[in-house]
């Protein structure tokens, strides 16, 4: 500690005696940069020495940032603090000790200081800001520098300070990047702290009308009485601006005697119009997504209100219509930082693109064996692997009980998937599952018809309570069955009966025909009129046409089903079982 008090005396700049100082208090084994414990034993001594140093100013009664500062005919002598930080910043800024100690020591410094020697504590800040924000300190000290500006922003007063915290907000928007997200709203989250009180009985002798005063600061918004009560321009021009700007607040006394006189104070009436002009803003733009903006009657009567009071700022004394410029470029800004928010802060800094070193030889543009190389890739994949196209394991079917377990857990109400990320909702998917189910399960596919989509999936894969929903009942299976038990009849006996010969009275009746006409082919083609390409009935129609016939009388719609069926189960092609995939859906 003594040998960084004795560098505090010693006159030049930092770089010419404090690697030496700090080789000496530490003594490393030839070496410019410190370890890890000995960064953190040089901190230890440095606020210790700050600590000290406060101490002395306070006693002393001089400003912290002033402490032992003299002036003579030679030169002027920087305090002891200031000399002090100096020289560990250039260490710092050389990497020869961790760079986040400069951030360590400012912050220990605000938190022992008044309010009065912070603001010359932040002076010096800011005059260092261009070092501290380098990269190599910035990325080490940002979240310390941030908290320390926060834990002076909670010091000062909203009202009283508001120049200083002026200056503190601008450091940060200087100090980090317009791309950092610590420095965003994101969520949008207001400020419902800021209250303003108001009186809510009527004192004794007021001369403004008290419905009035309750009506305008519960509202804040009172356009009426600003038209009744135009300023004029001597009015305007009584009041000094850049006085009052000085002396500016935030927060507006509410009290019912000073009613008559905020009526005519032209900044008051800016403040309550720019409120309005902000809030109409909001109103335009207030969520993420479109369903949240206004309908188109409420945007029409909010531009119906902003032009009014527009009309108002412009002819405000004093420069109305130059003020009214300069508030509209500054909300026509902040829409784009809205939108910036929204679409999630992304970074405005874009690297460069890399220029490559042009050749002075020009390159011979490569000939593809088929116009290009990803086709040339292909044809020699081939030459390489003549059986890809052929392997089995190249494009298989899955199983349906692996294909349906996607759409098995949706059913699950346990699972508490939304409805609209089911895989019902997926034409594709269900298009695909009703080919598989065709060829692998012809009964769950017969369920379509009765429970859509998810009476296909297979009832194992459901669970108990669901599984009942989509399980045909007993009685419904024994019909189901008897109903294909009469088809397999139905078949067997028209085989039989195009297998019987033909009976004397067939060959009678053909007997009146043309004698020398052939007998009909078995894959004669039917035509409309159930009569064969030939005029000759084919059995089946002798069938149906035989009185003498045992069918049974549904035998007709039996057979209707049993081609159906036929067609189902023996049809292997895509198109014999292809749906309609809006029918799926």
């Known amino acids: 500690m003594e040998a960084f008090k004795r560098a505090i005396l010693q006159p030049g700049p930092p770089e010419n005696f404090a690697l030496r100082i700090v080789q000496e208090v530490i003594k490393p084994q030839k070496r410019t940069k410190l370890v890890q414990d000995e960064n953190q034993l040089l901190e230890n001594i440095l606020r210790t020495l700050l600590q000290d140093l406060v101490s002395s100013a306070v006693q002393s009664g001089a ?7 003299s002036v003579d005919d030679a030169e002027t002598t920087l305090g002891h603090i200031p000399r002090l930080l100096d020289i560990v910043l250039y260490l710092c800024e050389k990497e020869h000790i961790e760079g986040g100690m400069i951030f360590q020591l400012l912050e ?10 912070c603001k010359d504590v932040f002076g010096y800040i800011e005059r260092k800001q261009d070092i501290l924000g380098k990269q190599e300190l910035f990325a080490r000290g940002k979240l310390v520098m941030l908290r320390t500006c926060n834990q002076l922003l909670r010091r000062l007063s909203k009202a009283n300070d508001v120049v200083f915290c002026g200056r503190i907000l601008m450091f940060l928007a200087h100090f980090f990047p317009l791309s950092e997200r610590s420095a965003v709203n994101i969520k949008g989250v207001f400020n419902t702290s800021n209250e303003t009180s108001y009186e ?17 600061w519960s509202l804040q918004v009172v356009l009426n009485t600003f038209e009744a009560q135009p300023l004029t321009d001597e009015e305007g021009d009584a009041i000094n601006m850049e006085e009052e700007a000085a002396n500016y607040s935030i927060k507006y006394l509410t009290s019912s005697k000073l009613m008559g006189l905020e009526l005519k104070d032209p900044s008051f009436r800016r403040h309550i119009l720019v409120q309005c002009l902000i809030l109409f803003d909001y109103l335009r733009y207030p969520g993420k997504n479109d369903k949240d903006l206004p309908s188109e009657g409420m945007k029409e009567e909010i531009k119906t209100w902003e032009d009014r009071v527009k009309k108002m700022l412009e002819v405000t004394p004093p420069k109305g219509k130059d003020f009214l410029h300069k508030i509209e470029h500054i909300l026509e800004r902040e829409k784009n930082w809205v939108w910036w928010k929204r679409d999630g802060c992304p970074p405005f800094e874009k690297q460069p693109l890399e220029k490559k070193a042009q050749d002075s030889t020009k390159k011979r543009r490569p000939r593809w064996r088929l116009g290009n190389k990803e086709l040339s890739q292909l044809w020699r994949w081939a030459d390489q692997n003549p059986n890809a196209l052929t392997d089995p394991q190249r494009v298989r079917t899955p199983s349906i009980m692996d294909y349906w377990k996607p759409l098995a857990e949706d059913m699950d109400d346990s699972t508490g998937i939304e409805e609209e990320y089911h895989h019902k909702n997926n034409r594709v998917y269900c298009w695909k599952g009703l080919r598989f189910s065709a060829r692998q399960d012809l009964e769950g596919f017969s369920r379509f018809t009765d429970h859509g989509i998810e009476g296909v999936v297979p009832l194992d894969l459901l669970p108990h309570e669901v599984r009942s929903k989509y399980q045909a009942k007993p009685n419904e299976r024994s019909k189901r069955a008897k109903k294909e038990e009469s088809r397999n009849a139905t078949l067997q006996a028209e085989e039989n009966q195009i297998a019987t010969p033909a009976s004397e009275n067939d060959e009678a009746v053909r007997g009146d025909l043309d004698s020398s006409a ?7 083609t039917p035509v409309a009129g159930g009569v064969s390409q030939g005029g000759t009935p084919t059995p ?45 859906s």
């Open 518 to 524: 052939t007998p009909m082919e078995a894959d004669a």
């Open 108 to 117: 220990d410094l605000t938190e022992m200081s008044t309010m009065r020697n």
């Open 540 to 584: 089946e129609e002798q069938l149906k046409e035989s009185p003498d016939t045992d069918a049974d009388p549904d035998s007709g719609q039996l057979e209707a089903d049993a081609e159906a069926e036929a067609g189902t189960i023996d049809g292997e092609t895509d198109a014999e079982v292809d749906v309609d995939v809006d029918a799926v």
């Open 63 to 69: 400003p912290i940032m002033e402490y032992g500062q």
């Open 200 to 216: 809510k009985e009527p004192p004794a002798g007021i001369a403004i009308d008290f419905n009035f005063y309750k009506t305008f």
